[in-house]
């Protein structure tokens, strides 16, 4: 195939990981991926396929879906996954996989030479920031450049929001703090970058009212509904997907740490009107990434 086929996939996943490289590097350290796996009771053995097993588990599902790591190494000191790699594995499979990169914010100019260089050379389609794990406000200047770079480049920004499972158990958490993931700070970036798309990742216990504000303000701002089964999605959630935020509301698992059968189980039983279903598995994600028409 020569790319994604919208009208024969059933759903675009927005969030999937890549854990571990080529060579085997995991992607977290030992400790912070055995306390997640607890956290996310997901077992050991499926935690970190390899980029080839993704593309082919997305593809017997009939889905595309975006794959990004996340580069937090001067925070936690373990390199990053390059991001090359997960560009060239979405090369060959263009069919499912949409490519994603991660730059850690305190990489300053060499970071934004990067944003420039993989999307200019490897197609890649957007960047994912865990504020977290990574340990910066969104809203520090100092991130700005690598935001310039992006809305230049016409890609998207994906922020973690909320509570993190990353650290989750671990004493004092992983030494990850969780302030830095309250959406509000993302509200300076989507009015200071206004064509730059943002996605706003998870559920943000405990501060969701405030991410469906700011999406609901916001134009470019869309939520993606990974890291939560649907079953335990707030109430006022459920109410925004089903009407004001309708067409920015996107499908994502936080695959391998959620899969989609269990996910779209869930999925089912919620209260939704017929005419949105479609909208968040797969519509609202195909016109962000220009594979749909307004």
Known sequence: MTGIDIDTITAIDVHTHAEVSSRGQDSLSADLMRASSEYFNVDAAHRTPTLPEIAAYYRERAMACVVFSVDAEAATGVPALPNEE????????????????????AK???GVREVRRLV??????????????????PNDRAAYGLYEAIEEAGAVAVFHTGQTGIGAG?????????????????????????????IMAHPSFPWQDEALSVATHKPQVYIDLSGWSPKYFPPQLVKYANSLLQDKVLF???????????????????PLKDEVRPKILKENAARLFGFLED
Request: hydrophobic share 45%.
């Open 108 to 110: 300053g100019r060499p």
């Open 252 to 270: 994502g698992t936080d695959y391998p740490l959620l899969t989609p059968e269990r996910w779209l189980k869930d999925f089912a039983a919620l």
């Open 120 to 137: 200019r050379d490897f197609g890649v389609r957007g960047f994912k920031f865990h504020p977290s794990l990574q340990a910066f406000f």
């Open 170 to 198: 671990a004493p004092g958490g992983g030494g990850i703090r969780l302030k830095y993931s309250n959406p509000l700070y993302i509200d300076d970036v989507a009015a200071d970058f206004p064509g730059m798309p943002i």
């Open 86 to 105: 997960i560009a060239e594995a979405a090369a060959e499979n263009p069919d499912v996989l949409i490519p994603f990169a991660s730059i850690d914010p």
